[in-house]
């Protein structure tokens, strides 16, 4: 601030510290030499702290109710990023059917995305005379999880024997653009004429999935009587069991060589134990009717 007032000057004026003139008393910068005064440095500098607490203030409101664009150009949160993962059993898996008849394939989806998704199943391409269907067209899956979904194919009576491919293809609703996809073979042949009827001895392979997609059992020609009554002792001594009601009716009208995919419920499975109230999943191919 100027130092003190100049003898005979007029009232309200001051000598200026650095160029001796007159400047308003209360002045906070020499308008002559353009000199700062120590009290005008001060309040300067607390206008400017003050304002950049104010505008700090204001920013942070408005981020409260304005809302930014995101990544996607829109407003709101940047959008999710979606991935799936699709397989079979095997990863060049062939079954066996006949003209007029149908087999089924196991079909494993993951979600590896980080939010909940909808993925529509379709088989594009498939060969004339060969009908794709799923038992799910569409499945709801929560992040991270793994689901199942059977695939059958429905074969029409004039398609001529030999091995035809099909694309089961995976697609997110989240992003139509992200989508994955696998290849199974159906080998249409002509197959011997008997079909599997209720109490006739059979064996056959199978694998038994739980929903989780975890294998729980498999075997080799497994020993079975498909029948309701008592069992033949003969057969008993052999090594034939009986099986929960939906394996047994999942069996009958199969021929030899045959492979499907079949959904037992828990009204059909185990009555008890670890697997009663279970959904079970089983593949079976069919080795041979014993009798």
Not at 74 to 82: K, T, W
Not at 128 to 144: E, K, M, T, V
Not at 198 to 219: M, Q
Not at 255 to 268: N, R
Request: net charge negative; with cysteine.
């Amino acid at each position: 601030m100027a130092k003190r007032r100049k003898l005979g000057a007029e009232a309200g004026l001051a000598d200026c510290y650095y160029c001796g003139k007159d400047v308003p008393e209360d002045a906070w910068r020499c308008p002559h030499c353009r000199k700062w005064y120590r009290d005008g440095k001060e309040m300067v500098a607390a206008i400017t702290v003050v304002s950049i607490l104010v505008l700090s203030l204001v920013g942070f409101t408005v981020a409260q109710y304005v809302d930014f664009p995101g990544e996607d150009g829109g407003g709101g949160e940047p959008p999710a990023s979606y991935s799936v993962e699709i397989w079979t059993h095997g990863q060049y898996e062939t079954h066996n059917t006949g003209p007029d008849r149908s087999t089924s394939f196991m079909i494993f989806v993951r979600n590896k995305a980080q939010v909940p998704d909808t993925i529509d199943f379709t088989s594009p391409g498939a060969a004339s005379g060969l009908h794709p269907h799923f038992d799910y067209p569409s499945r709801i899956i929560n992040a991270g999880s793994l689901l199942l979904n059977i695939l059958t194919v429905d074969v029409d009576s004039s398609v001529f024997p030999g091995t035809y491919s099909i694309t089961v293809k995976a697609t997110s609703r989240g992003d139509t653009d992200v989508s994955d996809s696998v290849d199974v073979s159906v080998q249409i042949m002509d197959l011997q004429p008997q079909e599997v009827e209720e109490g006739n001895y059979v064996r056959c392979d199978y694998i038994l999935w739980l929903s989780d997609a975890s294998v729980k059992d498999s075997g080799e020609e497994l020993k079975v009587y498909t029948g309701t009554g008592e069992m033949d002792p003969q057969y008993q001594a052999e090594g034939y069991l009986t099986v929960i009601e939906g394996f047994r009716q999942g069996l009958l009208g199969m021929k030899i060589t045959e492979t499907k995919v079949i959904l037992v419920p828990p009204s059909l499975g185990y009555p008890s134990g670890e697997l009663a109230g279970q959904n079970l999943y089983f593949q079976i191919t069919l080795v041979s009717v014993d009798g």
